[in-house]
């Protein structure tokens, strides 16, 4: 029923999405191991360290990382690629 549903309200209150920091790499790497259906092989974490500073040095990249309770929860990138829709 809907009264058994929770309130989304609640659900989002603890949220927080922030830009991604390279402290949040072995924690990425956590979460994204969870939702991995076929495991691939870890990737070392200086290798993880060094591709997360190869993105965030690019501009139009960019990391952010969804936290509740000091747990992260989801993960999203943006990435703007040039068009032709503007001047």
Do not use: C
């Amino acid at each position: 029923s809907a009264s058994s549903r929770p309130d989304r309200r609640t659900a989002v209150k603890d949220l927080e999405i922030r830009a991604a920091r390279l402290s949040d790499v072995p924690r990425l790497l956590e979460f994204y191991k969870q939702l991995d259906i076929t495991p691939e092989p870890e990737m070392p974490i200086e290798h993880a360290w060094a591709r997360f500073l190869d993105l965030e040095a690019n501009p139009l990249h960019h990391i952010y990382v969804a936290e509740s309770n000091d747990l992260i929860v989801g993960t999203f990138a943006v990435v703007f690629v040039g068009g032709i829709s503007h001047g």
